[in-house]
T-cell receptor
Framework: EAEVAQSPRYKITEKSQAVAFWCDPI?????LYWYRQILGQGPELLVQ????????DSQLPKDRFSAERLKGVDSTLKIQPAELGDSAMYLC???????????FGPGTRLTVL | GENVEQHPSTLSVQEGDSAVIKCTYS??????FPWYKQELGKRPQLIID?????GEKKDQRIAVTLNKTAKHFSLHITETQPEDSAVYFC????????????FGTGTQLKVEL
């Protein structure tokens, strides 16, 4: 069964450093989502792509976060510079269309020291 | 924007008993309500979902009910088993596509032997 892949699974960094996360959605899924999940809370949408276009980034802190999906397949989420409050699980999800089920990846757990 | 509240935050039941988790939402335009199960260290997985054109949906031991008038929906798990122990998240999504899900804060379910 196809799954969403993410790497790295764990990342420890110091504040003010740059970090990047990678996501490979299920093949053929046009819609890709990046979520942030703080411990003890539900996932919060950061950015949504339809193919290579951003359709919603209203909750993305654009002064330090950026996301791209250049060829409409895999995606990268970057944080520069990282802050202590960025420590969280970063989840990627994909769906075959804007109204279909979202399938989640295993996440990247970020710790900022 | 949409706001989803979820209760209880923790729930402990004896094996074989039923478990009920409740969520309320604020945006009357929301019409898609999925439930995700997240085991420790694993990705969230969809267990059941319901759209606003139905009031109840069942899948073996799991059922979801929706009351659009009151803007609340509930997850019912019957004949609970130890493998049901996990964190459960409800979510609400908008009509017309876009599928921006707003998640609840999660319920830690523990099924005791």
């Amino acid at each position: 069964e196809a799954e969403v892949a993410q790497s790295p699974r764990y990342k420890i960094t110091e504040k003010s450093q740059a970090v990047a996360f990678w996501c490979d959605p299920i093949s053929g899924h046009a819609t890709l989502y990046w979520y942030r999940q703080i411990l003890g809370q539900g996932p919060e949408l950061l950015v949504q792509f339809q193919d290579e276009s951003v359709v919603d980034d209203s909750q993305l802190p654009k002064d330090r976060f950026s996301a791209e999906r250049l060829k409409g397949v895999d995606s990268t989420l970057k944080i520069q510079p990282a802050e202590l409050g960025d420590s969280a699980m970063y989840l990627c999800a994909s769906s075959s269309g804007v109204v279909d089920t979202q399938y989640f990846g295993p996440g990247t757990r970020l710790t900022v020291l | 924007g949409e706001n989803v509240e979820q209760h209880p935050s923790t729930l402990s039941v004896q094996e074989g008993d039923s478990a009920v988790i409740k969520c309320t939402y604020s945006d009357s335009a929301s019409n898609y309500f999925p439930w995700y199960k997240q085991e420790l260290g694993k990705r969230p997985q969809l267990i059941i979902d319901i759209r606003s054109n139905v009031g109840e949906k069942k899948d073996q031991r799991i059922a979801v009910t929706l009351n659009k008038t009151a803007k609340h929906f509930s997850l019912h798990i019957t004949e609970t088993q130890p493998e049901d122990s996990a964190v459960y998240f409800c979510a609400a999504g908008p009509p017309g596509g876009g599928n921006k899900l707003t998640f609840g804060t999660g319920t830690q379910l523990k099924v005791e032997l």
